[in-house]
């Protein structure tokens, strides 16, 4: 019996002396294969975002923020009960029983997300459960405090924290950051080491973004879209505002809208940044680049002279015919061109400058490729390759037979207002680093010059013609500010076919204020007006005055009261002597001050006296006034009530005259 039971005890000692002698073993010479396995029982690796760096406006006011969200994740092989556990977590989540089954059922796996980013409230009910096998991560959810603005320009985030949209999408790699793979360990039980049921994660944040857009000035021009599209009972309605001297982007909006924080519940086709993803014919806003290209090209000057036709003329087999049947004319100057949109004017002139040279000058002012924005999902548009018959040349002159962005025409628009040069449109300002703060500007970058500063200078003054009396674009009039712009309508080219959608116009007004000194470019389009009028000049025009009296307003530039001296040089009157005019349009802002110049010849002796100008006209009072060293401001809309100082004051005394309207 005794050598028997030795015999069990030396080979247990000998069992005991080959397991301490394999663990030595391992612990000096480890084995890849049992580190592996020990890896996969006792612990999983994930990979998390930081925190998504902020975006903000001009002065810093957040557009886009990331707040901390909480992630549920379960282990399947701990769980227990897990169908009735699949639809009490349905419940509470509002998701499907089903779903959320199939990523527990597997007792093998031991890593499945749930849901992710969960709010506070609903992880601490869960939590409370006490489940083995379930457990969260904080994380990091995207939000947009202002919801619906700027929405399209944002863009959104997916799931996992990656840009998709947008803004989001064109500076992901500085939002994001750095990501960050976490190792959960878990006991020999397999259950995670983590504190109160929660795991946590810190990462640096990503970089911050400062627009060039302001807040304020994007929220008002939203606004007075929505207003647009409901008034006129449009499809849609889309606007940008730019910095003349660098094309920042100080406003970029579409309507309808959609709440940010939603956006992937959206469609893509509400979604768009119609702005710089749509394209269309412009209209009557394109004659601006045929008439500065045969300005430059020393072709034609502010008053050359051409015959009109009378409002009909045959281009080839081909009638082009003015806008409106009353618009009849013997002869238009340049300026009237532009004032009155004469499409047989603006012909004329293309004919004079060629297609190869028209087309040349709009591929120069940014027509036809990419403006090169910041913001993706850009179009190039289309400038139709050569050769163009006589009756396409016309057609592209006024807008027709071209596709452009709405970006494109604001950047052209701004070329011409800031002395001459195409610059790239941009709406980052600045990346700033989270850890060094060290911060990284973006700057204006030139294109090309497009035109000299005295042909620049010329196409202002012709502009701002277009909003005096008598010229298409008087509704775009801004209180106390000379305005430069153009109207625009154009039939809408049917997207299923050839040709143009019956009945359908996208009515526009690009424009710049002040027209003596730009500061802002304002492109306003509304596309399928329905109700009231679809003309360019009653329904863009006063939505551009209420844009542009904002934005000047809220930059604190002073208004500019109407003498010689601030006004643009050599700007002359558009001489409607022995010419019939478009009527305009009654100016819908309450007052205005408009600047209405006259020619020479038609000055009137200087006056001794202040002239009774009751039930005059604001055209009437002009006229009479002009010639005299003075300056003039009205207030009210209508016909005179009175003046001040008052009729029959001795003029030698007068240096200012108010006139009041009722």
Known sequence: MKPRILLVFAGLILLWAVLIGRAGFLQIFPSGRIRAIQERQFQTVITLQSRRGAIVDRRGRELALSTTAYSLFADPKLLQGKKKLAARLAKELGMSADGIYAKIKDKDKRFNWI?????????????AWDEHGLSFVEEFKRVYPNESLLAHSLGLVGAEGQGLEGIELGYDQQLRGNKKRISLHRDAWGRPLIADGMMFAENPDGAEIKLTVDSEMQHMLEGELSHAV????ADQAFGVILDVSTSAVLAVANTPTFDANRAQKMSGEIRRNRVIT?????GSTLKTFAVATALRQKIIAPNSKYNTENGIMRVGDRIIREAESNHVWAHLTVSEILAYSSNIGVTKIAFDLGAESLRQGLLDFGFGGKTGVDIPGEVRGSVQPLPWNQHLLSNVSFGQGIAVTALQVANAYAAIANGGVLNTPYVVQSVRDPDSGEMVENKPKPVRRVLSEEDAESMR???AGVTAPGGTGINANVEGFLV??????AQKVNPDGRGYLAGAYISSFAGFIPASDPKFVIYIVVDHPKKTSYYGAAVAAPLFSRVASYAVRMEGLAPVLVSEKNLLPGLVAISTENQPIPAPVVPTAPSFLMAAEFSKEMATPHLTAVPDFRNRTIREVLHRLSGQDLEVKFIGSGTVLETDPAAGTDFSDVKKLTVYLR
């Open 115 to 127: 849901a992710r980013l969960l709010p506070k409230e609903k992880a601490e009910v869960i939590k």
């Open 230 to 233: 409901q008034a006129f009972e």
């Open 278 to 282: 749509d394209t269309f014919e412009p």
């Open 461 to 463: 003054m012709m502009l």
């Open 484 to 489: 430069g712009g153009k109207t625009g309508t």
